[in-house]
């Protein structure tokens, strides 16, 4: 993990990273990938890679996901009600339900940019993917994010894997076994950042 955080610091807070340099125009979306098992050291490991970050004067965003969903249940003022009819609901309800109310398009990516963009941020950090699984997948939220456009790059921690083919399509696997849907969009990229060089 030292080894990790070790070269993110490195990559994330240099001054090439920072200002897009070398995108070509494309979106500054990257993907960090890890192990599933590894989920609570790296949320340890990218919160104090975020206050190290910010220690340099980087203006740090972080997002976690799950909490994004969970705000926005609340501001609609579902959540309590959720909790207390868990027990007695259909698995399938409960799901349909945070479906409904993590809709990319109008519900989650409209507070996720708000909170991007939010503090004149230079850098936004985001975990969580694997817990909004099965009622929102991160490729559902990288096609909606991408007609924004984003100042600064987003890092998101992935627990799976993610691999381009050099005809252009993306794959994402959670947890290392659960297909996305392939990709298609031409313009879409992410750069994985296990693959990254300044």
């Known amino acids: 993990m030292n080894e990790l955080s070790e070269r993110l610091f490195h990559t994330l807070s240099h001054p090439t990273f920072l200002a897009m340099k070398g995108l070509a125009n494309e979106v500054p979306f990257f993907i960090q990938t890890y192990e599933p098992a590894q989920e609570d050291p790296v949320r340890r490991m990218v919160g104090s890679l975020a206050l190290r970050l910010r220690s340099t004067g980087i203006i740090v965003n972080s997002i976690d996901l799950f909490t994004l969903v969970l705000e926005e249940l609340e501001e609609c003022h579902i959540l309590d009600d959720l909790v207390r009819e868990e027990a007695g609901s259909e698995r399938i309800e409960i799901l349909e339900t945070l479906q409904n109310y993590s809709d990319p398009k109008t519900h989650l990516i409209p507070r996720l940019i708000r909170a991007i963009e939010g503090e004149g941020a230079q850098l936004t950090l985001i975990t969580g993917p694997g817990r909004i699984f099965p009622f929102l997948?991160?490729?559902?939220?990288?096609?909606?994010?991408?007609?924004?456009?984003?100042?600064?790059?987003?890092?998101?921690?992935?627990?799976?894997?993610?691999?381009?083919?050099?005809?252009?399509?993306?794959?994402?696997?959670?947890?290392g076994s659960i297909p996305s849907p392939r990709i298609n969009n031409p313009y879409y990229r992410a750069t994985n950042l296990d693959h990254y060089r300044l």
């Open 137 to 175: 997948r991160t490729h559902t939220i990288l096609e909606s994010l991408q007609p924004a456009m984003l100042r600064h790059p987003v890092v998101i921690f992935f627990p799976g894997e993610y691999s381009q083919d050099p005809g252009g399509g993306s794959h994402l696997r959670l947890f």
